[in-house]
């Protein structure tokens, strides 16, 4: 048994969708169809790869059990005569990589099996620490740019400026978002920033220091270079 890919590049404009149960298998928007079927076989069902682990779940307002429920019931929906089967996928807390990378990894996906397998091991590769850039407001990871978002920038950003200093939750909510932003986290979910912010920081997560109990923290680390702006940035006080 093997594994062929569904393109689902679409042919025309994509019409604006509200609600799941407008998805159709017969959407005029874009073309779904089965590539790579090797003669003499046929397709006896798909696979999903949903990368979200719980914290992101819980920010959005929802949960794994939820979702896997949700997808299910749409499949039931389109397709009363499928059957479906759910499957989670486990790794160490602090693994670090993108979530929809560990589940392709860890559900044995042929491709993510050959990527991993050609992937230099670790001791063989030329680490060259952090970089954190202020003035180009990029992380470069061995070299390597990291994928943040502006506000996961704006966070290490805030702790690098002020560094040996531990910050507390309430500082980093009233500092990096304005009362205007429609996402503004509470204590809770700001955990959920960091977490992420770390998730992307990978081998050098640990950067950023939780302090239990009081906030966050970076300290001057033997790995991590930062380079400054050449005026003084009006963030640091």
Known sequence: MSLAHLDTRP??????????????????????HLRAVPTGTEARGFVLYVGIDEDKAAADGTDLSEIVAQLRALAARLSPSSETYAAVALAPRGAGGRDVDVVRLALQDPAALAKHRHAPEDEDRVRDGVVIDLSRKRVLLDNDAANLTYKEFELLQYLVLREGKTIDRPELIASLWSADDSDIPNERTIDVHVRRLRAKLGDYEDIVRTVRGAGYRFD?????????????????F
Request: aromatic fraction near 0%.
């Open 11 to 32: 042919t025309a404009p994509v019409a604006s969708i509200s609600r799941p149960e407008q998805l159709t298998s017969e959407s005029e928007s874009a073309s779904a």
């Open 220 to 236: 001057r680390h033997a790995d991590v270079s930062v380079q400054h702006t050449s005026t003084p940035s009006p963030d640091l």
